[in-house]
């Protein structure tokens, strides 16, 4: 494998068009932080253990399962497997990825069961977009 094979496969996978990297052209994933920080609080603030993925590497995590309807487990592979999914993640192949237990542990927080109205608009709003692109 040449030192510049992975930017120019990126490249062609992206003269394709593909639609996880059309939203993320429409959408600025930055303005859902905000709400994500707010509804998804971590209660333990010790300095020890692995620190947590970033809110928005999570939350992008859950549309790509909800959007293609696939598993935790097979989330984690896909992340792993497919270029399309690490470059709408913003992840490099060095990257740490979330396993299947982290992915389900970030849907089932309980915080996020009181913000459900949140994350429905949430929701809605990436949809919105998605239709828009597609």
Do not use: C
Request: without cysteine; charged residues 30%; positive net charge.
């Amino acid at each position: 494998m040449g030192f510049f094979d992975f930017e120019f496969k990126m490249d062609d996978i992206k003269k394709h068009q593909p639609p996880l990297q059309k939203l993320n052209k429409v959408l600025d994933w930055e303005i859902f932080r905000p709400m994500l920080e707010s509804a998804l609080l971590n209660k333990n603030k010790a300095k020890s253990g692995r620190p947590p993925f970033d809110k928005i590497l999570m939350f992008n995590i859950i549309i790509l399962q909800r959007y293609f309807n696939i598993s935790d487990d097979q989330t984690e592979f896909q992340i792993k497997d497919r270029l399309s999914f690490m470059d709408f993640l913003n992840l490099e192949l060095s990257d740490k990825i979330p396993d299947a237990k982290t992915i389900w542990f970030f849907k089932d927080q309980p915080q996020k069961i009181r913000k459900k109205t949140m994350l429905v608009n949430l929701k809605s709003e990436v949809e919105l977009n998605m239709y828009l692109v597609l």
